[in-house]
């Protein structure tokens, strides 16, 4: 039946191959938004008729789609850490390489229930702050970013889930910050893709923020400004973790060094490349 499930999954899967290596997933995700069924419904019933309105809203999607927008911002929605959450184009899209980040802090050396204060720096969608703090209940997050319509999402993803513990402030990176605010933990995942990246997508570069994205410095720019003044802003002991570019590693770790953080370390994402990198600033 060329009006079935099955068949419009199969064209859809052969026109979005041309943009995407999850041609057929990105197809299913775009026909549970339109059907409002979970994916084993396809399989179910894959000779059920779509009717004239979902077959053309479908057919609108797969659309865009074949154009390079990201499926996410088509149907508004990122999973990300066992959540749901609301993402727009004032947004990045969280990654699953992101979670070697909020893994890396939940595996910190401190007791689980004691409670401590962490600062994410550019909280984007709300994504790391939601993660820890559904983690880490009696942590209390500050999460700050400089765009007020990223801040807007954020709040709404948290306000769904009900997050008492979560607060955030517009500010780029520390400026809106007091000096004697002070923090256990300070955690971000900044721009740190250079301008003339072979390996930044067409696509990415066309759809997501830039500013969430690109830095000067060869990628470093924003990375190099944390690490200078984020010890100002972290209590005796304190941890900043940070998420870079898998050929950053060496660069990052020495400017750590350059600024007095000890006990560094760098941790590898799902893909076995150098992602995360964690430092102590002792006083």
């Known amino acids: 039946m060329h009006n ?71 149907i508004g929605i990122k999973e990300f850490w066992s959540h749901s959450l609301k993402v727009t184009r004032d947004t990045l899209i969280p990654r699953a390489d992101t979670e070697t980040l909020v893994e890396s802090v939940l ?64 500010s780029n990176w520390f400026s809106s910050l007091l000096a004697e605010n002070k923090f256990d933990i300070i955690v971000s995942n900044p721009p740190y893709i250079r301008e003339d990246d072979p390996d930044l997508c067409h696509y990415v570069k066309e759809y997501e923020p830039k500013s969430a994205l690109i830095a000067n410095e060869n990628g470093l720019g924003d990375i190099h400004a944390i690490i200078k003044t984020a010890s100002t802003f972290l209590k005796a002991d304190g941890v900043l973790a940070l998420e870079h570019g898998y050929s950053q590693a060496s660069e990052v770790h020495q400017l750590y060094q350059q600024y007095g953080y000890q006990n560094i370390k760098t941790l590898s994402d799902l893909s076995g490349h150098p992602r995360v990198t964690l430092g102590s600033f002792i006083v």
Do not use: C, M
């Open 107 to 170: 595996k910190l050396d401190i007791e689980q229930d004691k409670p401590l204060s962490l600062l994410e720096l550019g909280a984007g969608s709300g994504a790391i702050s939601i993660a820890l703090a559904s983690e880490r209940p009696n942590w209390q997050i500050t999460g700050v970013d400089i765009s007020q319509r990223a801040l807007e999402v954020a709040q709404e993803n948290v306000s769904r889930y009900g997050y008492k513990n979560i607060h955030f402030i517009q």
């Open 4 to 74: 079935s499930i099955s068949a419009y999954l199969s064209r859809a899967k052969k026109t979005l191959s041309y943009v995407s290596d999850s041609a057929r997933y990105d197809a299913e995700i775009l026909l549970s938004f339109v059907l409002n069924r979970p994916s084993s419904y396809f399989y179910t019933w894959p000779d059920k008729s779509l009717s004239n309105q979902e077959a053309k809203a479908f057919d609108a999607l797969i659309e865009r789609r074949s154009k390079g927008e990201p499926v996410a911002y088509i």
